[in-house]
T-cell receptor, first 110, second 110 residues
Framework: EAQVTQNPRYLITVTGKKLTVTCSQNMNHEYMSWYRQDPGLGLRQIYYSMNVEVTDKGDVPEGYKVSRKEKRNFPLILESPSPNQTSLYFC?????????FGPGTRLTVL | GEDVEQSLFLSVREGDSSVINCTYTDSSSTYLYWYKQEPGAGLQLLTYIFSNMDMKQDQRLTVLLNKKDKHLSLRIADTQTGDSAIYFCADIGSQGNLIFGKGTKLSVKP
């Protein structure tokens, strides 16, 4: 089944403790991206990747890192999480004009 | 910059039609999208329309595009309680990212 998976689905952590949210797609898509969703703000893009080893900042990249060492995986790294990064995170991959979203990761930073 | 606007709430009675409206600013948009997010779930692509079309119909869904006014609407015929969700209008930005509206929460009353 074609899909985008994210892990973990839920995470509660504390300020400053490094964490990684994994994202994987099995559709061989070149384009992948991360969004965060906040009440009243909709979804905003954090980072995107056009292909392996090619990443670029989206609208709200501060406090995040990504890597794209292989086509299927696009992890989101928070080196030193802060409470303002409490949010719902979505990974997506794209083929042509259609984006496919993962199920979301709800992150709470205390 | 590119922006997408939509009203935040809509309430309808079961069996009525729902019309969710959206405006966008990017006159070079090629595709416009409607996504649905059910409570606690990820984003599901409902439909999309190419910019050279005025209308697209898919079962109970009708998308209307007025390119001159940069206005997009989603009509759901015979709205059911299962249609209760947040509906996001989205535009493709210049970097291939999706620019989302803040979402319209549709409440369907029995």
């Amino acid at each position: 089944e074609a899909q985008v998976t994210q892990n973990p689905r839920y995470l509660i952590t504390v300020t400053g403790k490094k964490l990684t949210v994994t994202c994987s797609q099995n559709m061989n898509h070149e384009y992948m991206s991360w969004y965060r969703q906040d009440p009243g703000l909709g979804l905003r893009q954090i980072y995107y990747s056009m292909n392996v080893e090619v990443t670029d900042k989206g609208d709200v990249p501060e406090g995040y890192k990504v890597s794209r060492k292989e086509k299927r995986n696009f992890p989101l790294i928070l080196e030193s999480p802060s409470p303002n990064q409490t949010s719902l995170y979505f990974c997506a991959s794209r083929l042509g004009n259609t984006q496919y979203f993962g199920p979301g990761t709800r992150l709470t930073v205390l | 910059g590119e922006d997408v606007e939509q009203s935040l709430f809509l309430s309808v009675r079961e069996g009525d039609s729902s019309v969710i409206n959206c405006t966008y600013t990017d006159s070079s948009s090629t595709y416009l999208y409607w996504y649905k997010q059910e409570p606690g779930a990820g984003l599901q692509l409902l439909t999309y329309i190419f910019s050279n079309m005025d209308m697209k119909q898919d079962q109970r869904l009708t998308v209307l595009l007025n390119k001159k006014d940069k206005h997009l609407s989603l009509r759901i015929a015979d709205t059911q309680t299962g249609d209760s969700a947040i509906y996001f209008c989205a535009d493709i930005g210049s970097q291939g990212n999706l620019i989302f509206g803040k979402g319209t929460k549709l409440s369907v009353k029995p």
